[in-house]
């Protein structure tokens, strides 16, 4: 794929075939510089700003940026995103409200035919993978969609879906792997991995302040789990884990953050256990940039995974990770070198991982550094808005995008 460093030339819908130079960008990334701008129509349809709203939130900012031009995006009205990203986009509110919302193909279709894109960018899937693309398809206006998760979609689903788009965005190796199991020609799927703010996620937290803030002994150590509360999530395992590590560590006390449709049951169950001194379940954090670092271990054992912003954010606070062998989350977790990766569903398993870095904090502290490391060379804001760039430019130019 052309680097974001050569000669730029114009081509249709003034898109400029190179980008001519890189500058620095947040996260000691470089930020692509663009000689001429397009204006997108992105469309998010996530409710909080967090995990997919939060990636397109960095790429609104990173292509204001880059191209100067303040971008449009769909959003519900009163989420987390619409709030966020005004600064830095035209900010339409537009109720999407899930599969079945046949009426977001209208509402999609009068916004596009009103902004008039160069291109509209779906973010999301709750149906707006359909009702964005056949909006844009119904205008004439080029499509593409990120696709953010590793569960696999019906073969005749996936077919009619990604027909509807002229590039398909996988955000990790492992996502792209299961589109092109499903059919998905493999020159319209590009990944482009998903990015975090290594300014904002940083090592050296306040370890003293998150044992207060909780009301853990000073000496803690505190191991955390980031995620929605959804069965694929894999809570449960952690608990049958737990069973073994609370006793085996009286020292060790547990955060589990997020929210879900299972919050109350696993809230019930740790009370249950007796457990609800040792582990807390507070819901949702904004304040995760100063969590993050000041936590000893960060486990995920997801039996699905797209990727996993948290491993993300975690890796660049420098805190060593456990996480299941499974979709994405071995592009982030590299075993032995950052973290442990053990197989999804094993309890026993995990278990072991976490009890091994319990018992080797010197080797867990150089496994954060390592994460950190990987987070600034992998995962830089300024890779991923170049590379959904390039998508653009490929589409607009050539009718197609290119995976190299």
Known sequence: MPTASSTATCIGNGWPREAPSEAPSAGGAPRTRVAVAVRVLHVECGRHLYG?????????????????????????????IARAAREVAEVHEVPLRGELDAGALLRLGRLIRTRRP????????????????????????????????VSPEPLWVARLKYGLYRAVIA???????????????????VTVPSAVDTDVYRPGGDRLWLRHAFGFPPEARVLA??????????????LQALEELLPAYPDLRVLLLGTGALLEGVRAEVAA?????????????????????????????????????????????????VGSAVGGI?????????????????????????????????????MGAEGRRIAERDFSLGAMVAGNLRVYRDVLGSGRATQH
């Open 52 to 80: 997919g709203p939060q990636q397109v939130l960095y790429l609104l900012r990173g292509l204001a940026e880059a191209t100067g031009e303040r971008q449009d995006l769909a959003c519900p009205p009163g989420s987390g």
């Open 330 to 366: 071995p592009e982030i977790v590299r075993d032995g070198v950052n973290g442990l990766l053990v197989p999804p569903g094993d309890g026993a398993a995990l278990e072991r991982a976490v009890r091994s870095l319990l018992d080797a904090p010197a080797r867990a502290l150089a």
């Open 171 to 189: 955000i990790s190796e492992g996502i792209r792997n299961v589109l092109l199991a499903q059919g998905v020609a493999p020159g319209k799927v």
């Open 225 to 238: 789990m980031v995620g929605q509360f959804i069965p694929k999530k894999g809570h449960r395992l952690l």
């Open 273 to 321: 256990r007796g457990w609800a001194d040792r582990v807390h379940l507070p819901g949702f954090r904004e304040d995760l940039p100063r969590v993050l670092p000041a936590l000893d271990l960060v486990v995920n054992p997801a039996f699905e995974e797209g990727l996993g912003v948290s491993l993300l954010q975690s890796a660049a606070a420098g805190v060593p990770i």
């Open 118 to 149: 160069a291109l509209v960018h779906v973010h999301s899937r709750r149906g707006a993978d359909w009702w964005g693309g056949w909006a844009a398809r119904r205008a004439g206006v080029p499509a593409v969609v990120s696709r953010r998760v």
